[in-house]
Structure formats: structure tokens, C-alpha cells
């Protein structure tokens, strides 16, 4: 049988785990122009770490490395990449033509808030069901620049994605509760 494997608690505050992280992801080879974009707690012991590729001032999702780590211990235990390409399309939509296209599917006397981002996103499925007439990726092979439009609605939140050159919505994730 294997032997399992015990790692230190860790005692070190947050930043000091982050600059652990950023340690760890300076040693890999081959991954220029990443940035953090997240380190979360997996246990007392073990950390998660996510590095994502930046285009200018947008991190693609697509194209991530990820891995477990002891903080205390500087080890890393696992590591995933992500390979998905960035399509790098052109922005030619302005936030108010994004804001005005997602009212077109939204319920107004439901909506508590609506804010909208310019995000990297992956294309997916998420509104086929209601929008029979617009363009849904199906098959999604590079990420797109997109307006990420988030509201609440009656407690859920919605995410609506619109991409920032063809002006289509490209996808859409719903979450019971607060924004992810």
C-alpha cells in the first residue's frame, strides 16, 4: 500500500502564502506574461494557486497553470495547465450597446443590480435555451473578449456574456446566491 503523505499546517499569513506561490511559479520555465490570478485554501495544509496568461490588461482563463502547494513546506503537489488560445479579437462594442442588448433578455422589474465587466471568457451554452434566434458557440476552441454583464436576480446571479466584436451573446453562467 502507499504511504500516505502529511504536510505541515500552515502559520503563514496570506501574502506571505502568495509570495510562496509566485516562488514556486518563477521556477517553472516556458511561462512568460502570466499573473496570480488566485491562491485559495484547500486545507490547513495545502494551498491552490492559479496563474493566468495576460493579454494587455486581460487574463485569459484558457490558458491557465494551476497547482497544489505546501506553503510551509515550498512543495508543490499537484499541477494542471490549461491550454485554451485567446482569439484576440477586436473591440468594437461599447459598454452601453452591451448594457442595452442584455436588458433585451431580462426581466426589469426583477433586477436588483447589473454591473459589467470586459473579461476573456470562455464561449458556452448557457443561454441556448432562451435565445433561439442568436448565435450560441458550440464548439468552443479559443476564448473570447467579451462584456461580462452580472446582475442579481430574484437571489441568483447571472452572468451574461456579450462578445466585445460581434456583439452576439456568447454564453452564460448562473449561480444561486453571490457572484463567483
Known amino acids: 500500500y502507499k504511504k500516505a503523505v502529511f504536510f505541515k499546517k500552515n502559520t503563514l499569513s496570506k501574502d506571505d502564502v502568495e509570495k510562496v506561490a509566485i516562488e514556486l511559479f518563477n521556477s517553472f520555465d516556458n511561462f512568460e506574461n502570466y499573473e496570480l490570478y488566485s491562491v485559495q485554501e484547500f486545507d490547513e495544509e495545502l494551498y491552490i494557486a492559479k496563474f493566468c496568461k495576460k493579454y494587455g490588461n486581460y487574463m485569459n482563463i484558457g490558458e491557465m497553470i494551476s497547482f497544489g502547494f505546501s506553503p510551509e513546506e515550498r512543495e508543490i ?62 464548439e468552443n476552441t479559443e476564448t473570447r473578449l467579451a462584456y461580462v454583464c452580472i446582475l442579481k436576480d430574484n437571489g441568483r446571479t447571472k452572468k451574461i456574456y456579450i462578445d466585445a466584436t460581434t456583439r452576439k451573446i456568447i454564453g452564460a453562467d448562473w449561480m444561486i446566491g453571490g457572484a463567483s
Open 77 to 138: 503537489v499537484d499541477f494542471a495547465k490549461k491550454t485554451t488560445p485567446y482569439a484576440n479579437n477586436e473591440l468594437k462594442l461599447s459598454e452601453e450597446e452591451a448594457r442595452k442588448k442584455v436588458m433585451l433578455f431580462l426581466d426589469k422589474d426583477n433586477l436588483e443590480n447589473i454591473t459589467i465587466e470586459l473579461k476573456i471568457v470562455r464561449p458556452n451554452s448557457g443561454l441556448k435555451p432562451v435565445l433561439e434566434g442568436e448565435f450560441v458557440y458550440k
